[in-house]
């Protein structure tokens, strides 16, 4: 049984490009929620996508896009990327909308020139 | 909004023994989760134990167990005869029961590094 993941595992933009991560939910799970984790700190809650829609925003800047598929897999986008972007981003996957614990892929490195 | 606080930005024991991290929290909400993740250098978050605030019983998942003190907005996770594998970061996370679509929220983290 796969779990989440994401792809690439590594990046590296300069400032000003556009950015997209990807994910796949661990299978079963329909909800997937983004997070950026800077160096040394925890991780920060960026949004969460349940039946296509975004059902929650943490505070980030609407720079930060994202999108979820009928397979329930999912993209976040980032444009006019800043150096402070730098940062390891997770996606976390969970079975039932808001309810169930979530369970997180190893991460996407995007590092901003 | 909530907030998670670890007051212990780095931990140090010996293998096998025990060592507790601690975690404490601001809410004002009655119904909500607590969860501990552990983080190893390879960045994987990992799920070590979880907590519903509705639950009196302390969660425990074979050598890891936590103290939830609801009153005193505290959950600590205990972890027993520490093995050179439980090196990692840990983190403390809340969730709010409130409606379904709440992130979590994460403490800081606390490194906790194994003595051999």
């Known amino acids: 049984d796969a779990g989440v993941t994401q792809s690439p595992t590594h990046l590296i933009k300069t400032r000003g490009q556009q950015v997209t991560l990807r994910c796949s939910p661990k299978s079963g799970h329909d909800t997937v929620s983004w997070y950026q984790q800077a160096l040394g700190q925890g991780p920060q809650f960026i949004f969460q996508y349940y039946e296509e829609e975004e059902r929650q925003r943490g505070n980030f800047p609407d720079r930060f896009s994202g999108h979820q598929f009928p397979n329930y897999s999912s993209e976040l986008n980032v444009n006019a990327l800043l150096l402070g972007d730098s940062a390891l981003y997770l996606c976390?996957?969970?079975?039932?909308?808001?309810?169930?614990?979530?369970?997180f892929g190893p991460g996407t490195r995007l590092t901003v020139l | 909004a909530q907030t998670v606080t670890q007051s212990q930005p780095e931990m140090s024991v010996q293998e096998a023994e025990t060592v507790t991290l601690s975690c404490t929290y601001d809410?004002?909400?009655?119904?909500?989760?607590l969860f501990w993740y552990k983080q190893p250098p390879s960045r994987q978050m990992i799920l070590v134990i979880r907590?519903?605030?509705?639950?009196?019983q302390n969660a425990t998942e074979n050598r890891f167990s936590v103290n939830f003190q609801k009153a005193a907005k505290s959950f600590s996770l205990k972890i027993s005869d520490s093995q050179l594998g439980d090196a990692a970061m840990y983190f403390c996370a809340y969730r709010g029961e409130g409606g379904g679509a709440d992130g979590l929220t994460f403490g800081k983290g606390t490194h906790l590094i194994i003595q051999p």
């Open positions: 976390a996957s969970s079975e039932v909308w808001g309810t169930d614990t979530q369970y």
């Open positions: 907590q519903e605030a509705y639950k009196q």
């Open positions: 809410t004002s909400e009655s119904d909500y989760y």
